[in-house]
Nanobody
Framework: QVQLVESGGGLVQPGGSLRLSCAAS????????MAWYRQAPGKQRDLVAA???????NYADSVKGRFTISRDNAKNTVFLQMNSLKPEDTAVYVC????????????WGQGTQVTVSS
């Protein structure tokens, strides 16, 4: 079992920055992948950024060049640095951890609200 604790959400003005954190605890395998998803009202939950245990990254086209995902493997923590925020970034951001062995198993945080507005 894995538990995810998120922090860092809030209200920010357009063009501002915000840093999200997600700390994981429990049975976490070294092959695990961590990621951030987001869901806006009336839309599906979409992948924002993901990072593997080997530090390979993947970003949604809408956030490339603005967001950076990183992880601290010693602390089992993933970060999302969000710069140049736009109103369309407003959503509930959810942390995800995927154990890839022995079976694919996903764990989710409760989500944190990010609102970009003046």
């Amino acid at each position: 079992q894995v538990q995810l604790v998120e922090s860092g959400g809030g209200l920010v003005q357009p063009g501002g920055s915000l840093r999200l954190s997600c700390a994981a605890s429990g049975t976490i395998f070294s092959i695990s992948t961590m990621a951030w998803y987001r869901q806006a009202p009336g839309k599906q939950r979409d992948l924002v950024a993901a990072i593997t245990s080997g530090d390979s990254t993947n970003y949604a086209d809408s956030v490339k060049g603005r967001f950076t995902i990183s992880r601290d493997n010693a602390k089992n923590t993933v970060f999302l640095q969000m710069n140049s925020l736009k109103p369309e970034d407003t959503a509930v951001y959810v942390c995800n951890l995927r154990n890839n062995w022995p079976l694919k198993t996903d764990y989710w945080g409760q989500g944190t609200q990010v609102t970009v507005s003046s």
